[in-house]
Nanobody
């Protein structure tokens, strides 16, 4: 069984910073691309950033220059450092990962989500 567990969300003032983390647990051969998505109330889930196993990254235009995605392969963890936060960044943030688990087909897994609220 594979699980992704996010942590680190919360309330922050505009202009502030926050880091969210997502740890994968289970038995797997490989974790390939990992990423962060977000969903604001009444809106569709959207891509925030992704990172390949080799470290190459991709960002949504709305977060470029403010957010940084990184990963620690030894800890099976992906991070999202969010700086210069804006009220429009308020959303539930979900991590996902492309994982080849032992005994299972390669698949995309999702975390349960963590709330990030940017408000004064």
């Amino acid at each position: 069984q594979v699980q992704l567990v996010e942590s680190g969300g919360g309330l922050v003032q505009p202009g502030g910073s926050l880091r969210v983390s997502c740890a994968a647990s289970g038995r797997f051969f490989s974790i390939n691309r990992m990423g962060w998505y977000r969903q604001a109330p009444g809106k569709q889930r959207e891509l925030v950033a992704t990172i390949a196993s080799g470290g190459s990254t991709n960002y949504a235009d709305s977060v470029k220059g403010r957010f940084t995605i990184s990963r620690d392969n030894a800890k099976n963890t992906v991070y999202l450092q969010m700086n210069s936060l804006k009220p429009e960044d308020t959303a539930v943030y979900y991590c996902n990962a492309d994982i080849k688990a032992i005994g299972l087909s390669r698949d995309i897994y999702w975390g349960q989500g963590t709330q990030v609220t940017v408000s004064s």
